[in-house]
């Protein structure tokens, strides 16, 4: 059977941003809690192993590598790597290649979720990336989006294959057929190097998820954040606010400060590590204060107690010894 007659014998498909999906009254927002939590578990767990760096094979009929996961903890630890550089590179470069699926219907039919696969990886950077104003690919076969129009195969087939990052080698197409019964057309790329960029991405994960202190302005505070107390997170009290920290924990790891307020313990959680990039000093959450440290950054590295302390108060709190703050 031909590709254009496999399309329009399946569920109708539509281009719909990501925004419009999650702020739909009947999406259910449980499942975007459990993506964040799920990372937020991994993440932990990768602070707690002791990964070194991935082994790999090198295949020639492909002309690529191949990273070899044979433990748990080296499939943690390619989720987060992966997830990590596409956030990343997605917020330089786009999505490019919109992630592709299904909207399932719940057991009590009355809510939905998006289910994407091609895409599973794409879909879950842009959502902890924040990425709402771009777009998923999705069949909608109980019409919760009545105002979007159905793709022609012509329209699914050039928004499939375009991408302004890479040109894709080959793809093919399939029509998978989800628990409910219902076909869905999606198309696949045939092969690309996607597993060199991960490698690498972790090679710089390493150095920094060495260890995880959590800093905070007295007991009180201490005490309110027992929540990661009990996740064996180590929680210290720091004199200065976030400046001393990289001093304090040797140019180490990651820290992230949480100041004092009445809901701080609501302030952080652990998936927020991702939004530190690999050559990002500081990542600074405008609305609360609290701050992600990149202990072993060279702008990190600046902060030396005497820099600290001969400081005006600007210097620090705009962060003008960094090299490179993201605020958010």
Known sequence: MQDKERFYNASPMKYILLSDII??????AERLLHIKESLADMV??????????????????????NILLEEDHYCNFFTISKIHWLMHDFKTNGVSFAPQGFLQKTIDGEQFAAEIHPGTFRYHAMLLAEMYDEHIIVADKEN??????NLSFEEHNELVNKGFIRERKVSYSEVEVSNAGEDVFTVHEGGNHHDWNILKQSEELIKMFTN???YTDDQKCVEKLNLFKKQNIDIKITDNGYATIPHK???KG?????PKSDSMEDLFTLDM????DIDTDVVYYINTGVTIINNSSVGCKRLIREIVQESKPEY???????RRVVRK
């Open 144 to 149: 919760y989006f009545p105002d979007h129009k």
């Open 316 to 322: 620090l709190n705009n962060f003008l010894w960094a």
């Open 44 to 65: 932990l767990k990768l602070f707690k192993s002791n990964v070194k760096n991935f082994k790999y094979e090198f295949n020639t009929e492909a002309k690529t590598i």
């Open 273 to 276: 590590i991702l939004d530190l």
């Open 249 to 251: 924990e040797d140019w």
């Open 212 to 214: 995880l202190t959590i």
């Open 23 to 28: 702020n739909h009254p009947k999406h259910q």
């Open 254 to 258: 990651i820290s992230v400060y949480i």
